[in-house]
């Protein structure tokens, strides 16, 4: 049986939910014949990546999903690459506020996730839920955990395939932001987490699609 594990933050930036986890443990044991294994992982540099690293060499998963929240998106977005690059604009949860600096020290400058991330967004749009290939992770710790895992995935675990994709807001949190924050109920996000996942096991190569930005 394959397995794959997936990773949600802890609640941060003083909110009292984080949506990454909350739908992470909606999700079935087993998604098209595969073993889910929910990890939930601390919001804080250099943790967060480490518990997700301890756990691949714990479980052996042939996939890692990482989940993070992305306040202010209104669709589920895979990530396409994670730079090696921290600006956090507000310390994490244990008060680290690392600026200007590489994540691992003469590491590549990037890596792309390599997890089929088109094919993803088509499935979760195909039911119903709004999704996007994202190409910036930002500089945070959610880009810290896809360049960390992935790092340890090119170097260590070469046969494990890994990225991250950002979820919204739950729509509870948005009760207090400006009118028109974008949030989406708890359970379309764990729909869409899911089909991201069946476009994983699904496509052993990413599909060709028309997307990008031009700008």
Partial sequence: MKKILI?????????????????VKLLPDTIAGAQVIKLEVPTVFGKGPQKTIDAI???????????????????????????NY???????????????????EGAPQAYFATIPVHAMVEKIKANG??????????????????????????TKYPNVKGGFMH?????????????????????DIAKGI?????AILENEEDIQIVGGETH
């Fill in 129 to 154: 839920i709004p999704a996007s290939v994202s190409y910036t992770a930002g500089t945070y710790v959610c880009n810290a955990m896809l360049y960390c895992v992935m790092h340890a995935l090119y």
């Fill in 167 to 187: 979820v919204p807001f739950a729509t509870e949190q948005t009760v207090n932001q400006p009118a028109g924050t974008p949030g989406m109920n708890l359970k």
């Fill in 7 to 23: 990773t949600g933050f802890d609640p941060f930036g003083g909110e009292s939910i984080n949506p990454a986890f909350e739908a």
């Fill in 194 to 198: 899911q089909a991201a996942v069946e």
């Fill in 57 to 83: 060499e714990e479980y052996k998963p042939d996939y890692v999903l990482c989940i993070g929240q992305a306040g202010g998106r209104s669709q589920l977005t895979p990530e396409f690459v994670g730079i």
């Fill in 86 to 104: 921290v600006q956090a604009r507000i310390p994490d949860n244990e008060g680290n506020q690392p600026m200007n600096q590489p994540l691992v």
